[in-house]
């Protein structure tokens, strides 16, 4: 028996500070619920779009997996560890930040907004060495299919990341059914539709809304409308330190 939780894009947390526009899945910096802390090991899910010529100063992270998702234009990244990067949509970018790193996010654009998820999860592993990994998507492979962006294991698709979490997307046509086994007994899913619309269980889901899903091995989807986009994070419910 799958028990579920709703998070319509409506209810989401929302600041808007002029140069950053961002809605929280979950509570972050001044909006705090205490039923939104997190969904599992999920700890942050951030919906930003930053104006042309402005972003993120220089700041610290440490004992989090960061993972960035441009969705409209690209972000430049730069960091301590000596990384001066370009993050276009249609890539993401994996930060383990472990015993700790500094790092910077500007649009790459003076005048068009980048849009992009801010994505933190718990470790599994304390105090690792830092490190960067950006990777690129391809598209087709999302076609009417899932796939894999995000693993525990360096030798499969996409990056990993110290943690037994995986991430898929796929875009759909109208009226594709296709199916979710999740990758652990013991883990829950979150879907986070990107665009359009889906449904599951009977649950309808529209654009920006998220479901968490605990319980249920099997997960059924259909997508409602022409290229229906979705982010599947299948995350440890309880974090355990390796």
């Known amino acids: 028996m799958s028990n579920t939780i709703l998070h319509k894009a409506a209810t989401r947390g929302h600041a808007d500070h002029g140069w950053l526009d961002s809605y929280h899945s979950f509570s972050f910096a001044g909006y705090y619920n205490p039923e939104r802390t997190q969904f599992g090991v999920l700890r942050v899910l951030n919906d930003d779009m930053v104006a042309g010529g402005r972003g993120f100063g220089s700041h610290p992270h440490d004992n989090m997996e960061i993972i960035s998702i441009p969705l409209e234009g690209s972000l430049v990244h730069e960091d301590n560890m000596g990384h001066k990067e370009v993050v276009s949509a249609g890539e993401i970018q994996v930060m383990s930040t472990g015993s700790g790193v500094f790092h910077s996010e500007y649009n790459n654009s003076p005048d068009k907004p980048v849009k992009f998820l801010q994505i933190w999860l718990f470790p599994n592993k304390l105090n690792v060495e830092p490190r960067y990994d ?22 499969e698709e996409g990056s990993w990341i110290y943690q037994d979490a995986w991430f898929f997307s796929g875009h759909f046509d109208t009226d594709k059914e296709f199916t979710y086994e999740k990758k652990k007994g013991e883990n829950g899913v979150y879907l986070f539709v990107l665009k359009g619309s889906f449904t599951t269980d009977g649950q309808k889901l529209e654009s920006r809304d998220g479901l968490g899903i605990t319980g249920s091995g099997v997960i059924r989807l259909k997508s409602l409308e022409p290229d229906s986009e979705i982010l599947i994070m299948d995350v440890p419910m309880e974090n355990k330190i390796k």
């Open 134 to 155: 950006q990777v690129k998507i391809d598209r087709e492979k999302g076609d009417n299919q899932l796939q894999q962006l995000i693993s525990p294991y360096r030798s």
